[in-house]
């Protein structure tokens, strides 16, 4: 894939090329990318691969930081050889890198979180189903699915099918494994976001199956081989909710980030299943609830969401 210079910048700057972040300089995150962003735009160089060229007093001077920032900021756009490696290294594993400057970048995020929508993303699968509406199935690990959730869930992925909608998860044991196995069994189209341990998703099954059919896209903030973490999936969760048109929060241990999406919002519709206790704090936050879920009742709550998706694309403000 042929990178700008601005998409090849805002990879040297915010791309890990360690799963450890073990390198001379720590990559921006996403407020410090914005920040910089916003002076190189205002600068002499006029955009962001304007900097490229630029040595560490250019950089003092161009974006007006010290000399230690500029030093960081310099050492991370010089590490074109070792980035352009990586990159080979994962698009031979099916993971390419999008970042907010090229057109495959998801839209939905520019319009549900703006300014601070990530600038890179890694990705596998079938970019065209980030086209289509989503709906959301949430939960965390290593709690049991009930038959009256899984009842649910089976509505939501027969729903999802029949009006064309993606099943987007987190990937986790749990809710959202039940949910990617009956996408793979019933049909529809599958939108991964792992808080993790992406080279290894893509290998597990149903999701090696559904990437081969074209069934499946996979997007992760995180290394493609960094380990889950609890940062990772609170991360994870704002790019699920902007994804998805409604979401259906099953469980949660509340520190996923789900009550920040609820005030923010970064969903127009979260429902919040009322078999589970800890998910008392997100109703009390404005979450819908619901208990049981059949497949007239999901096509009657869709009526609710097919609005807000075309107005989501059209808002979206290309770099």
Known sequence: MHYGDDAFAAMLLTVA???????YARPL???EFVRVLSRARSSAAGRLGGLLHADIGGL???LNVSEEEAYRLYTLLHRGVQLTYTLEGFQEKGVRVITCFDDDYPPQFRARMGAFAPPTLFFAGNRALLEHPAVAVMGISGVRTTPEARGCIESIAQGARDLDYGVVTGGELGVSRVAAGLVAERGGALIDVPAGGLLAHIGEEPVRELLCDGRAAVLSLEHPEALFTVAHAIARNKLIFSIAQAAFVFNTDGKRGETDAL?????DWVYAYTGCAANRA???RGAQPFSRLDLDEFHRL???????FSEQINMFDML
Do not use: F, I
């Open 17 to 23: 090329l360690s799963a450890d972040r073990a390198e």
């Open 29 to 31: 995150s996403t407020a």
């Open 60 to 62: 003092m001077m161009l």
């Open 263 to 267: 005030k923010r919002p970064l969903c």
């Open 282 to 284: 997100l109703l009390a």
């Open 302 to 308: 869709s009526a609710r969401w097919k609005t807000s």
